[in-house]
């Protein structure tokens, strides 16, 4: 298209020069871009793999004479209670923030909720951390897995409701109108026409908030702490996987920071199976509402 | 729409079923509602908390807890300035920004003109690396990357080093943890929300006027500098804001890779600590001292008020590019990330 002569001019000399160099930049762009990911996932993939095994998925950490020999069951079992503790409230809390917005917000009272949503999404995630630590933690005087699950609670709530939000809206107002229209109250519309149309939908909000809570670190470290060993006491400090990383790759030995690897190579694959998952989903949804 | 309880009745259905009903839909809404305002709570509760938390630290120290720069919590001397943290939090942020706004609107330029086999998967590539959790940023970046820029970094100080004024950013020959690789770091993770707003922003932009540049004869260049930029403007600048408040906050993968030495330094090759990397770093024992506690949530504070403005601010630009674009006429073309990408 562009050595016709058009009104500007021919395209010559310093215009020329100027578009290459800008196609050239577009071109570093890309290329940045995708070295950055592709050194991230070579490295964490070749190291990360290689440093599991069996004992890795089964064993405590030995001691400091052969790590190799231990592992991190401690911190798969202690993400399992915290999220799990995390997402038993956040997710209810989410679904029906995100009901009320979808079906019954209008006005300032909903505009005010989504803002405030918008502006927890915007909290950096060690602030949620911050704030149960000094309320929680401090009050208690001690450390504990169900104030890990609170920290991510903070963060998970705006999530679910946000992205729920979004999926309710999709479902067409047709099926609001013809099953109100039967006489069922709106309640029932919901809870048996709409939230069931959006079924997959609803899933896909819940993935995507566990993605982001598997692999926060911050807010956790300020209240689980961490633990070298198997606790599943809800009230105790309890370990995780992104806490064991972190401690492990803090210690100048070599094959703790293998460990650590391996913690970051399951994490990682666990967080983008969920919100690869949850975009595949995402999209089939859009393309049968649609 | 709410009186579903008296067309019930007036379909025959006896009082006592409709009485029901509408109890019913009135608790159910009631709930949904109490939840909506449970979280405006949750957010008023959490910056309450912070607040007066850090009351006793403010009231002690005063204005010399944003100019001073020693942090002593030790009983007796106890002094608690946070400036050394405040300047790294911001020199990091500041670097992070500088690298990824121009790699970021170049491919949101990109994956806005590029259309095919090549642009989908690449805005995936993109959409992965916001997925990444920091901690895994954080061991890469202290594993590889740390490694890789020192190397590079004795390389800086000869050439631009040299120069006046610039160079003192790049100044000394400070191996290992420094502001610079954390700066790097925090580039690659604010990358994605940089693009995805930037392309927001550009998609908004009506296809026809860099069309009709185009067809003008312009070259690529052109119409992006006459028929894009021009309106992107604002746009882009609230993204940048976002990527901004994406840095301040960051904490585990910075408090791995620069060292957290508080202290002032021009060099980017100098090791720094910021304030999430301090309150990531000091948390234990601040748990039974209450001024250092108090102290603590001060730095809280101070980056929740920063990124608050930031995120306000970025907000009302990219409304306003929308509004100079001309509203919601065009909202069919916005691509589709909204919360179910990064976007908040």
Known sequence: MSDAAGALGPIRGARRTKDLAYRAFLGMCVVLAVTALGAIAIYVVSRGFSALSVNFFTKEPAGPLDPQAGGIVQSFIGTGIIVGIASLIAIPLGLLTAVYLAEYGRGRTASWIRLVCDVLLSTPSIIAGVFIWSVVVVTLGRFSAFAGGLALVVLMWPIVARAAEEVLRLVPQELREGSLALGLPRWKTILRVVVPTAGAGILTAIMLAVARALGETAPILLTSLGNDYINTDPMKPTDAVPLRVFVDARTPVAALHQIAWGGAFVLLLAVLLLSIGARVLHARQQKRLA | ?344
Request: proline share 5%.
């Open chain 2, 1 to 344: 729409m709410t009186a579903t309880g008296d067309q019930l009745g007036s379909l025959g259905i006896g009082a006592a079923r409709a009485r029901r009903s509408r109890f019913l839909e009135r608790s159910f809404r009631g709930t949904t509602l109490a939840l909506g305002l449970g979280l405006i709570l949750l957010l008023a509760f959490m910056l309450i908390e912070l607040t007066t938390g850090a009351w006793r630290a403010f009231s002690a120290f005063g204005l010399h807890f944003f100019v001073g720069t020693d942090w002593n919590p030790v009983a007796g001397r106890q002094s608690f300035g946070a400036l050394p943290f405040m300047f790294g939090t911001m020199m990091t942020s500041f670097v992070a920004v500088a690298l990824a706004v121009p790699i970021g609107v170049g491919l949101a330029l990109f994956l806005n003109q590029v259309r095919g086999a090549f642009a989908n998967p690449l805005a995936v590539f993109i959409d992965i690396l916001a997925a990444i959790p920091s901690i895994v940023y954080g061991l890469w970046g202290v594993f590889v990357l740390l490694p890789w820029l020192d190397r590079i970094e004795p390389f800086l100080t000869n050439t631009i080093g040299r120069i006046p004024v610039v160079g003192r950013l790049f100044d000394g020959k400070a191996q290992g943890p420094d502001m610079l690789t954390a700066g790097v770091i925090l580039a690659i993770m604010i990358l994605p929300i940089i693009t995805a707003v930037t392309r927001e922003v550009i998609a908004v932009v009506p296809r026809d006027l860099r069309e009709a540049a185009l067809a003008l004869g312009s070259t690529r260049w052109e119409s992006v500098k006459m028929a894009v930029l021009p309106y992107a403007r604002s746009g882009i600048v609230g993204a940048t804001m976002l990527g901004l408040g994406r840095a301040l906050g960051e904490t585990i993968a910075v408090t791995m890779v620069i060292g957290n030495t508080p202290q002032i330094r021009a060099s980017l090759l100098a090791p720094a600590a910021t304030i999430p990397s301090k309150i990531a770093s000091s948390f234990r024992e601040a748990s039974s001292i209450g001024l250092t506690r108090s102290a603590l949530l001060g730095l809280a504070v101070t980056l929740v008020v920063w990124t608050f403005l930031l995120a306000l601010a970025s907000r009302a630009l990219v409304r306003k590019t929308e509004q100079l674009v001309g509203d919601r006429l065009l909202g069919e073309a916005e691509p589709e990330t909204g919360s179910m990408g990064v976007v908040p």
